[in-house]
């Protein structure tokens, strides 16, 4: 499944833990609510990233070795991540919470790509 890193973090119950002397508690709440923005927005990132892959191997369009080469990632973590989006759109699909498949079915089918991974 996906990495807990990609989840957002809910930033509503962020307290510092510890205050220095001299050091306004709002400016600490402050900071942790920049970071926390910081770290939900990569999680949104890799998730664009990773549907985007999803999207176009879904396609057919583009190889999985040319989306390595293009994100700078390992053909096994490209894998990966194809399989994890699957996982993901087949549960979403099984749960009816969301149209998991965006218009973009294909032969390939949410489950289909595993024949490329060995499955």
Same mark, same amino acid.
């Given at each position: 499944? &996906? !990495?807990?890193? !990609? #989840?957002?973090?809910?930033? &509503?119950?962020?307290?510092?833990?510890?205050?220095?002397?001299? *050091?306004? !508690?709002?400016? @600490?709440?402050?900071?942790? =609510? @920049?970071?926390?923005?910081?770290?939900?927005?990569?999680?949104?990132?890799?998730?664009? /990233?990773?549907?985007? *892959?999803?999207?176009?191997?879904?396609?057919?369009?583009?190889?999985?070795?040319?989306?390595a =080469?293009a994100t700078?990632?390992?053909?096994?973590?490209?894998? @990966?991540? *194809? =399989?994890?989006?699957?996982? !993901?759109?087949?549960?979403? =699909?099984?749960?009816?919470?969301?149209?998991?498949? #965006?218009?973009?079915?294909?032969?390939?089918?949410?489950g289909?790509?595993? /024949?490329?991974?060995?499955?």
């Amino acid at each position: 499944m &996906a !990495r807990t890193r !990609r #989840h957002a973090f809910v930033d &509503a119950v962020l307290e510092p833990a510890r205050t220095p002397p001299g *050091i306004e !508690r709002e400016r @600490q709440t402050e900071a942790m =609510r @920049q970071l926390c923005g910081l770290a939900n927005s990569i999680a949104s990132a890799y998730l664009a /990233r990773d549907d985007r *892959i999803f999207a176009l191997v879904l396609g057919g369009s583009l190889s999985r070795a040319d989306i390595a =080469r293009a994100t700078g990632l390992n053909k096994t973590r490209v894998d @990966q991540i *194809i =399989r994890d989006m699957s996982e !993901r759109y087949t549960a979403l =699909r099984a749960d009816g919470t969301e149209n998991a498949g #965006h218009g973009r079915e294909t032969a390939y089918g949410a489950g289909g790509s595993a /024949r490329h991974m060995g499955a």
